[in-house]
């Protein structure tokens, strides 16, 4: 009978075990009520773990049901987010986004979704190819020339200013063009209105190939920078378990896209080039030339978010005060990694 009895013992204890190890990275699937999430994004390549994650069944395995919403720049999908029209911003940050948060907006930047990172591609600094030929060569040679970007005080112009500041100009050196959307300043740049411009991949990539493009230089070359980020809208940030859930499947993702980009496996990086192409709607080849950086576990670059406020303070586009820590909230993704 003891000898029965010490072996049900070990047989529990083994059972015990087997379940309590590490689920951190494991999908949760079961783990609340299905939710249903609405996601503004843009159909670029930095948006690869999402189209992952979506197009693998990573949300659905955590209970998530993906919405996905179509924008065609960054600002409206933070407008969208901030009044929670939609749950869920992928998108870069903008001085908008900042100013909606300084004004009391409870927006929560949660995650990576791209940053400029040297020696990876992903934002460029294109001339047009006329402009190009004809000694646009270089950010120093920029002095005068027009600049296409989508709008006042997005990711476009602080990156066309910290780029001329680099080199000891500024924007006062240049006319800036906006443009309202991405697809207005790619045309603009083939008809010659505007000498340059910086664009996302997969339309770098693109631009080139079509011959309307030349390339000046990547902009993670020239500074490093947390060009767009996952956000949350006030009342998804009040979803904690569905948020969590959100990072779990979002992180998982990311780990696949960094494994793929770094593995010496052309079967795993074809992968995942594949539904990158689905999503942007853009020739595999041109993917494939061009993958961005994006963090393997979804991790901000916390310290150039300051950075940035404080450029767009001190530029005159921020109206309020604000610090980093009033907008970055990293507890979603801590849960996620289960630390």
């Given amino acids: 009978m003891k000898k029965f009895i010490a072996l049900l013992l070990a047989l529990f204890t083994a059972l015990a075990a087997a379940g309590c190890g590490n689920t951190a990275d494991k999908p949760s699937a079961g783990a609340g009520e299905p939710v249903k999430v609405s996601l503004g994004m843009l159909r670029l390549t930095s948006s690869a773990p999402l189209f992952l994650a979506m197009d693998k069944g990573y949300f659905k395995e955590e209970g998530i049901e993906i919405d996905p919403q179509w924008f065609d720049a960054a600002q409206p999908i933070a407008v969208a987010a901030a009044s929670s029209r939609i749950d869920v911003g992928a998108t870069g940050i903008t001085a908008g986004l900042y100013n909606m948060a300084a004004k009391g907006q409870k927006l929560r930047i949660v995650a990576d979704k791209g940053r400029e990172e040297k020696g990876y591609p992903s934002s460029a600094l294109l001339a047009g190819t006329d402009a190009y030929n004809a000694g646009l060569r270089s950010i120093e040679s920029l002095r ?10 997005s990711t476009y112009e602080y990156m066309a200013g910290r780029l001329l500041e ?63 980020a996952i956000f949350y809208s006030p009342a998804f940030a009040e979803q904690t378990e569905a948020g969590v859930r959100f990072m779990k499947a979002y992180r998982r993702a990311c780990e696949d896209y960094y494994d793929a980009l770094t593995a ?14 689905g999503y942007v709607q853009s020739p595999e080849a041109d993917i494939r030339a061009a993958l961005p ?40 993704l801590t849960a996620a990694a289960g630390h």
């Avoid at 600049?147 to 006042?152: D, E, H, M, N, R």
């Avoid at 950086?293 to 670059?301: F, H, K, P, S, T």
């Avoid at 406020?309 to 604000?322: E, F, K, N, P, V």
């Fill in 144 to 153: 005068g020339k027009r600049i296409g970007i989508t709008q006042k005080g």
């Fill in 166 to 228: 680099s080199k000891g100009l500024s924007l006062d050196d240049v006319t800036l063009v906006p443009l309202g959307k991405l697809s207005a300043v790619m045309a603009a740049l083939q008809s010659g209105q505007i000498d340059a411009c910086i664009l996302n991949e997969p339309n770098v990539t693109k631009a080139q190939s079509e011959d309307y493009g030349r390339l000046i230089t990547q902009v993670g070359d020239v500074i490093p920078y947390q060009t767009s």
């Fill in 264 to 277: 010496q496996d052309p079967a795993a990086r074809d992968e995942v080039v594949q539904i990158i192409a």
């Fill in 293 to 332: 950086y994006i963090d393997r576990e979804g991790a901000l670059l916390t310290d150039d978010i300051q950075t940035q406020i404080d450029w767009y303070t001190s530029h005159g586009l921020m109206d309020g005060t604000l610090q980093a820590d009033d907008i970055v909230d990293s507890s979603f």
